[in-house]
């Protein structure tokens, strides 16, 4: 099980940035998946999940209105469009799936891409 998270960078408040998870390993299109935040001296926080199929997606209050989950089960590739960034959103983010998975008797976790958020 692989996940491979891009598109994180230094932007201004206000702007947006596209994040993308490639995922290998697994049946991608059996499941739902999530994005997830870890800002320094914070625990990891679920920002947004969309299921298998892509028709439903959930949102932290936090993100709702800004933050867009997509999918492409061709491509097994989560998406997640961040606009109208605030300096709050700065994090480490990462994806997984909606159901642990495994890499032995370790926990699936990718490498996560860093987004800073600052003038």
């Known amino acids: 099980v692989q996940f491979v998270e891009s598109g994180g960078g230094l932007v201004q408040p206000g702007g947006s940035l596209k994040l993308s998870c490639a995922a290998s390993?697994?049946?991608?299109?059996?499941?739902?998946m999530r994005w997830y935040r870890h800002a320094p001296g914070k625990g990891r926080d679920l920002v947004a999940s969309?299921?298998?199929?892509?028709?439903?997606?959930n949102y932290a209050d936090s993100v709702k209105g800004r933050f867009t989950i997509s999918r492409d089960n061709a491509k097994k590739t989560v998406y997640l469009q961040m606009n109208s960034l605030k300096p709050e959103d700065t994090a480490e983010y990462y994806c997984?799936?909606?159901?642990?998975?495994?890499?032995?008797?370790?926990?699936?976790w990718g490498q996560g891409t860093q987004v800073t958020v600052s003038s």
């Open positions: 390993g697994f049946t991608f299109s059996d499941y739902g």
């Open positions: 997984n799936a909606d159901r642990p998975l495994w890499n032995g008797h370790t926990s699936a």
């Open positions: 969309i299921s298998s199929t892509g028709d439903s997606t």
